[in-house]
């Protein structure tokens, strides 16, 4: 078992940043795959960003690529997000997940944070 919790959520104006932190516990976090995804209203769960055990395995959503920088530390047990020149696309409760594989594909995902909203206002 993993249990992950999100924080740094909040409200935040076009154009400015926020960073979230998903911190983990249980089962040897660096064995993991880590992933952001986002769910805005009345819409499905999608990919945003995802870290892989190897330090150069990353990938980013076309969406927030260019904008939004995910990292890991190992030796905290904490995966973070990094987002820049928000949109008010960009609203929306944000969740982070272990996978034992590197994927972007949501239904590989074993365990999920309760997410963090993320509102952007003109």
């Known amino acids: 078992q993993v249990q992950l919790v999100e924080s740094g959520g909040g409200s935040v104006q076009a154009g400015g940043s926020l960073r979230l932190s998903c911190a983990g516990s249980?089962?040897?976090?660096?064995?993991?795959?880590m992933a952001w995804f986002r769910q805005a209203p009345g819409k499905g769960r999608d990919f945003v960003a995802a870290r892989g055990r190897i330090a150069l395995s990353m990938k980013y959503s076309d969406s927030v690529k260019g904008r939004f920088r995910i990292t890991r530390d190992n030796a905290e047990n904490t995966v973070y997000l990094q987002m820049d020149s928000l949109k008010l696309e960009d609203t929306a409760i944000y969740y982070c997940?272990?996978?034992?594989?590197?994927?972007?594909?949501?239904?590989?995902?074993?365990?999920w944070g309760q997410g963090t909203q993320v509102t952007v206002s003109s």
């Open positions: 997940a272990a996978a034992p594989t590197f994927t972007i594909n949501l239904a590989s995902y074993q365990y």
């Open positions: 249980g089962r040897t976090f660096s064995d993991y795959t």
